[in-house]
């Protein structure tokens, strides 16, 4: 086969970001940023680390010297951006990443040089931080740095914006230790559904539920994909099985909004073991009380009205009015 | 317990940029199926199996667990996972094979770099706090390290345009590479510089494959091996995770891992080096001590096919087929992960 298999857009994202804890030295450092201030942390042999880190990276022993390095630096690596990543990269126009080495500090760290192109850029170059006005005690909180000519002052750190509708006149509360952190995750991929499940997927949208088995084998698998899960061999057998199925066990879900695609509770999720299948089916019961649903229960599949190769396309199981399947007829499934 | 463990059998995918048609499982059962062929160990009496995946890559939490729809794992098998280059599963393999537990094991590894953007997901191994937040990819990462190299003025520019150009041409005989040309350092110095240092051919093609690996013990390992690999030593380091604490123009942990591997001790013939990127091999080269007359990646390396996280398990593999049919006696493998080579492991091999 060389056809392209289905394929399906999938976002990793995790609404509003992973919330972290911060710890000791990331929040000095990050309360530092949000002052306008680079915090490192002096280590065993006197060297000063930025940005700080609860443990001495040569010895693992415990540091807590903290001392305040910069603002100038010199960049020590840096490599120009010309086609920056929109949504992840922190500017949209060109720009570099470069490694800093604070003022008073012997390590560097990665941030972002703003400048007007690579032939302005070398290691060696002095640079300064531009401070954003609103800082929240987060690694952005230096918008950038800039190159410093020769002489020039550092531009001290604004002071931040008082919010709004603060009393002008009233001192403001000294703001605590930043103590957490959110960070967003977004990644988008396309993903192949493979030969096996492709296949299994097309017969769906023509209301049939094909399975596979190796050679050899008695064990039709469905979903198939692609293996016999116990001996590793391919299963190029294909099997259609039936659309009707006995409930080999189930739960019912009270708890409302698991899925966009979630019936109103209480509903049913099953395991249904397919004629013909020797791998239950994950499915919903409809059609009966979540009361009366049973293992053993003879059950069939409904199609949607417009099924396509989609496992949706099966909406869901409903009793077929046959008697209970006996235990001893699925017990090896259940 | 003897102490001789030995690669008997390797086999790997035909890497693509792209494979549209298969899944991971399929991608697998093929290259298992093979390396146990050759091994010519039945696949029940195999004691213990381990590989190496990465679930971001999909993007789907314990996608590993439906890579062993692959293998076959009933009855219940010996099993274990690395979220990381299938080189550590050997290792982990290696280790229980030592142990006396059990004297052969399976290991492989996967990976579809192409499903989502490879550069942007290897961001989330680095530092959570300081530096994902900024969002620099695998290839940025990578350009700041040979940035510093090139401002440590042993290595020029030219050096890394002769790194990728010999890799280019050596995979012109290897059916498995993505990428393979018949090209010269002067025809890649004169392409632009994409990754200011780094031009194209100085990074990675981005790959799909997988791979597969069978060890043995001593007297099994001679039997069902005509010239098994021994593992003569093997060893792995890691770098403080902060990018800016390092020296990155040299490897301390790779020359610490060579060192405890025996790379040095007594000639080799070939070294695979896991180069992403073309600025690595000279600091790899420096660290492991290797000289001229070591023949450095000549399947082409990672710089024409990575199908990441069997890509150092490749590096194995590769040695391994070379002292399986005579070519070399000995021979070094490297494998590493993490930014700017951050965590290194060196395999040494050879005939006995």
Same mark, same amino acid.
């Given at each position: 086969?060389?056809?392209?298999?289905?394929?399906?857009?999938?976002?990793?994202?995790?609404?509003?970001?992973?919330?972290?804890?911060?710890?000791?030295?990331?929040?000095?450092?990050?309360?530092?940023?949000?002052?306008?201030?680079?915090?490192?942390?002096?280590?065993?042999?006197?060297?000063?680390?930025?940005?700080?880190?609860?443990?001495?990276?040569?010895?693992?022993?415990?540091?807590?010297?903290?001392?305040?390095?910069?603002?100038?630096?010199?960049?020590?690596?840096?490599?120009?951006?010309?086609?920056?990543?929109?949504?992840?990269?922190?500017?949209? &126009?060109?720009?570099?990443?470069?490694?800093? &080495?604070?003022?008073?500090?012997?390590?560097?760290?990665?941030?972002?040089?703003?400048?007007?192109?690579?032939?302005?850029?070398?290691?060696?170059? &002095?640079?300064?931080?531009?401070?954003?006005?609103?800082?929240?005690?987060?690694?952005?909180?230096?918008?950038?740095?800039?190159?410093?000519?020769?002489?020039?002052?550092?531009?001290?750190?604004?002071?931040?914006?008082?919010?709004?509708?603060?009393?002008?006149?009233?001192?403001?509360?000294?703001?605590?230790?930043?103590?957490?952190?959110?960070?967003?995750?977004?990644?988008?991929?396309?993903?192949?559904?493979?030969?096996?499940?492709?296949?299994?997927?097309?017969?769906?949208?023509?209301?049939?539920?094909?399975?596979?088995?190796?050679?050899?084998?008695?064990?039709?698998?469905?979903?198939?994909?692609?293996?016999?899960?116990?001996?590793?061999?391919?299963?190029?057998?294909?099997?259609?099985?039936?659309?009707? =199925?006995?409930?080999?066990?189930?739960?019912?879900?009270?708890?409302?909004?698991?899925?966009?695609?979630?019936?109103?509770?209480?509903?049913?999720?099953?395991?249904?073991?397919?004629? =013909?299948?020797?791998?239950?089916?994950?499915?919903?019961?409809?059609?009966?009380?979540?009361?009366?649903?049973?293992?053993?229960?003879?059950?069939?599949?409904?199609?949607?009205?417009?099924?396509?190769?989609?496992?949706?396309?099966?909406?869901?199981?409903?009793?077929?009015?046959?008697?209970?399947?006996?235990?001893?007829?699925?017990?090896?499934?259940? | 317990?003897?102490?001789?463990?030995?690669?008997?059998?390797?086999?790997?995918?035909?890497?693509?940029?792209?494979?549209?048609?298969?899944?991971?499982?399929?991608?697998?059962?093929?290259?298992?199926?093979?390396?146990?062929?050759?091994?010519?160990?039945?696949?029940?009496?195999?004691?213990?199996?381990?590989?190496?995946?990465?679930?971001?890559?999909?993007?789907?939490?314990?996608?590993?667990?439906?890579?062993?729809?692959?293998?076959?794992?009933?009855?219940?098998?010996?099993?274990?996972?690395?979220?990381?280059?299938?080189?550590?599963?050997? $290792?982990?393999?290696?280790?229980?094979?030592?142990?006396?537990?059990?004297?052969?094991?399976?290991? #492989?590894?996967?990976?579809?770099?192409?499903?989502?953007?490879?550069? +942007?997901?290897?961001?989330?191994?680095?530092?959570? #706090?300081?530096?994902?937040?900024?969002?620099?990819?695998?290839?940025?990462?990578?350009?700041?390290?040979?940035?510093?190299?090139?401002?440590?003025?042993?290595?020029?520019?030219?050096?890394?345009?002769?790194?990728?150009?010999?890799?280019?041409?050596?995979?012109?005989?290897?059916?498995?590479?993505?990428?393979?040309?018949?090209?010269?350092?002067?025809?890649?110095?004169?392409?632009?510089?994409? $990754?200011?240092?780094?031009?194209?051919?100085?990074?990675?093609?981005?790959?799909?494959?997988?791979?597969?690996?069978?060890?043995?013990?001593?007297?099994?390992?001679?039997?069902?091996?005509?010239?098994?690999?021994?593992?003569?030593?093997?060893?792995?380091?890691?770098?403080?995770?902060?990018?800016?604490?390092?020296?990155?123009?040299?490897?301390?942990?790779?020359?610490?891992?060579?060192?405890?591997?025996?790379?040095?001790?007594?000639?080799?013939?070939?070294? +695979?080096?896991?180069?992403?990127?073309? $600025?690595?091999?000279?600091?790899?080269?420096?660290?492991?001590?290797?000289?001229?007359?070591?023949?450095?990646?000549?399947?082409?390396?990672?710089?024409?096919?990575?199908?990441?996280?069997?890509?150092?398990?490749?590096?194995?593999?590769?040695?391994?087929?070379?002292?399986?049919?005579?070519?070399?006696?000995?021979?070094?493998?490297?494998?590493?992960?993490?930014?700017?080579?951050?965590?290194?492991?060196?395999?040494?091999?050879?005939?006995?």
């Amino acid at each position: 086969m060389d056809a392209d298999t289905l394929v399906e857009r999938h976002v990793l994202e995790y609404p509003g970001g992973y919330t972290r804890s911060l710890g000791p030295a990331e929040s000095r450092f990050l309360t530092g940023l949000r002052d306008g201030r680079i915090v490192g942390v002096r280590l065993g042999d006197g060297r000063v680390m930025v940005p700080p880190a609860e443990y001495d990276p040569e010895t693992a022993r415990p540091v807590d010297e903290y001392v305040e390095v910069g603002p100038a630096g010199v960049v020590t690596a840096w490599t120009w951006v010309s086609e920056p990543r929109p949504g992840k990269h922190p500017f949209e &126009r060109p720009f570099a990443f470069a490694l800093v &080495r604070p003022d008073g500090a012997d390590t560097a760290m990665l941030h972002v040089l703003d400048a007007d192109g690579p032939a302005s850029l070398r290691v060696g170059m &002095r640079v300064a931080p531009r401070w954003r006005a609103e800082r929240r005690g987060h690694v952005t909180d230096i918008e950038a740095w800039v190159p410093l000519a020769e002489g020039e002052p550092v531009p001290a750190p604004p002071a931040p914006a008082p919010p709004a509708g603060a009393d002008p006149d009233e001192a403001a509360e000294e703001p605590g230790p930043v103590t957490r952190m959110v960070s967003p995750v977004r990644l988008e991929y396309e993903i192949n559904a493979g030969i096996a499940p492709t296949r299994y997927l097309h017969a769906l949208a023509e209301r049939r539920i094909v399975g596979q088995k190796a050679a050899g084998s008695d064990h039709v698998y469905v979903p198939p994909r692609g293996s016999d899960p116990t001996t590793g061999a391919p299963t190029e057998v294909e099997v259609e099985v039936g659309q009707d =199925g006995t409930v080999t066990t189930f739960c019912v879900v009270n708890i409302p909004g698991l899925s966009d695609l979630a019936p109103p509770v209480p509903y049913v999720c099953a395991q249904i073991l397919l004629d =013909g299948a020797d791998t239950p089916w994950f499915g919903l019961v409809q059609g009966l009380d979540a009361d009366d649903v049973r293992m053993g229960l003879r059950v069939r599949a409904v199609w949607d009205d417009d099924p396509a190769p989609d496992a949706r396309s099966i909406k869901w199981f409903e009793p077929n009015g046959e008697p209970d399947a006996p235990y001893e007829s699925y017990k090896d499934y259940a | 317990m003897s102490g001789e463990v030995a690669v008997v059998a390797f086999a790997q995918t035909k890497h693509v940029a792209r494979d549209r048609e298969r899944n991971e499982v399929e991608l697998i059962i093929p290259v298992v199926r093979e390396a146990i062929e050759r091994s010519g160990i039945p696949r029940h009496e195999i004691g213990f199996t381990a590989s190496g995946s990465c679930d971001y890559l999909a993007g789907g939490p314990f996608s590993f667990v439906m890579g062993l729809d692959a293998v076959g794992a009933w009855p219940p098998i010996r099993e274990s996972h690395v979220e990381a280059d299938a080189a550590w599963a050997l $290792h982990e393999a290696w280790v229980a094979i030592l142990t006396g537990e059990v004297d052969s094991a399976l290991v #492989y590894g996967f990976g579809k770099s192409s499903l989502g953007d490879v550069h +942007e997901i290897m961001t989330l191994q680095t530092d959570p #706090y300081h530096v994902a937040p900024l969002w620099p990819s695998m290839v940025d990462l990578a350009a700041l390290q040979a940035s510093a190299l090139l401002a440590a003025g042993e290595v020029t520019e030219r050096d890394l345009a002769e790194v990728a150009a010999r890799c280019r041409t050596a995979a012109l005989d290897n059916p498995n590479a993505v990428v393979a040309e018949a090209v010269d350092a002067d025809e890649l110095l004169a392409r632009p510089i994409t $990754h200011p240092p780094l031009r194209d051919a100085d990074v990675f093609p981005v790959t799909d494959g997988a791979a597969a690996v069978v060890l043995a013990a001593g007297d099994l390992a001679r039997d069902v091996c005509s010239r098994p690999a021994w593992i003569s030593g093997l060893d792995h380091r890691i770098e403080p995770q902060a990018l800016g604490v390092r020296d990155l123009t040299t490897s301390r942990s790779t020359a610490l891992a060579g060192a405890n591997a025996g790379a040095s001790a007594g000639g080799l013939d070939a070294a +695979e080096l896991h180069t992403q990127f073309s $600025h690595e091999e000279p600091i790899l080269r420096q660290a492991l001590g290797l000289g001229d007359g070591v023949d450095v990646n000549p399947s082409g390396g990672p710089l024409t096919a990575n199908p990441v996280m069997s890509t150092g398990l490749i590096r194995i593999g590769e040695i391994a087929a070379r002292i399986h049919d005579g070519r070399i006696d000995r021979g070094l493998a490297h494998a590493s992960q993490g930014p700017a080579l951050q965590q290194n492991l060196v395999c040494v091999m050879e005939a006995r």
